[in-house]
């Protein structure tokens, strides 16, 4: 004979026999899982030790072709130095007799620039006098205002240095 406790023991195991299969049947499959999980990890790992990424290769090319790309650029840079440089020393030579006019008119920018600035708009005023005595006034004005108001900016930008 089954006594009552037997008899709710048996009720109660009963009622949990659906759950504990489904909780079994749960962490049976999650463990199949990580342990499939972990077996595709381990393998990759040793793919990848054995052949190297697949990105390797673009990472290889990429990487060539960049310092490529740096060793032009570097080549390009150095022979536009030099060209530069080349060009420098051609025009220093080529401007060498007029050494003497530049000092002169730096000579008078610095004593006395309204000297200068007179001394470049009588140029077209003479060329043009004996033509007309209106277009001689007006091309000196021209040439005064176009010489004056850059010299005028120098000795400013030149007093705020001092």
């Known amino acids: 004979m089954v006594g009552p406790l037997e008899a709710s023991w048996k ?3 009963d009622t949990l026999a659906p759950v504990t299969t489904t909780v079994s049947s749960v962490a049976e499959k999650a463990g199949d899982t990580v342990v499939t999980a972990a077996r595709t990890t381990v393998l990759a790992k040793r793919d990848v030790d054995k052949q190297g990424t697949p990105l390797r290769d673009g990472i290889r090319a990429a990487r060539e072709s960049w310092n490529a790309a740096i060793r032009a650029a570097d080549g390009a840079a150095t022979s536009a130095a030099r060209e530069t440089n080349e060009f420098a020393t051609l025009a ?30 009588l140029v077209p005023f003479v060329a043009t006098l004996p033509f007309s005595k ?11 205002l176009l010489v004056g108001a850059p010299v005028a900016a120098m000795k400013v930008l030149d007093s705020d240095r001092d």
């Open 11 to 13: 009720a109660i195991t």
């Open 134 to 144: 209106s277009l001689a006034v007006k091309n000196g004005a021209v040439a005064a």
């Open 92 to 121: 220093k030579a080529r401007t060498a007799p007029l050494a003497p006019f530049y000092t002169a008119v730096h000579d008078t920018y610095v004593a006395r620039p309204e000297a200068l600035v007179t001394g470049v708009a």
